[in-house]
Nanobody, 126 residues
């Protein structure tokens, strides 16, 4: 089980920005595909973005395309989610998770992921 820790959440006004960080516990974590999910109260968990390892390929939910950017720092075993032009509907707990496989395209389906972090709250409100 990979241990993942999210940080960087907080309260921001509409139109503002936040950068979330997901740090992994293993030195081999750079091999893993990582995704960001979010869950708002009363709603299902939603895939936001994912990133492969090696030759980097990324994927985004339509709701965040052009506003969010996922990236990773192999040296720091860290994956980032930079969020710009935030909207109130982006308010949720954000989680990072590891994809079970390390080949092919990454997925935004939660049932394809095993290890999950504890989440970080993002609130977009004036």
């Amino acid at each position: 089980q990979l241990h993942l820790v999210e940080s960087g959440g907080g309260l921001v006004q509409p139109g503002g920005s936040l950068k979330l960080t997901c740090t992994a516990s293993e030195v081999t974590s750079h091999r893993f595909y990582i995704a960001w999910f979010r869950q708002a109260p009363g709603k299902e968990r939603e895939g936001v973005s994912c990133i492969t390892s090696g030759t980097i390929v990324t994927n985004y939910a339509d709701s965040v395309k052009g506003r969010f950017t996922i990236s990773r720092d192999v040296q720091k075993d860290t994956v980032y989610l930079e969020m710009n032009s935030l909207k109130p509907e982006d308010t949720a707990v954000y989680y990072c998770a590891r994809l079970r496989r390390t080949y092919g395209p990454c997925s935004l389906r939660a049932d394809n992921y095993d290890s999950w972090g504890q989440g970080t709250q993002v609130t977009v409100s004036s």
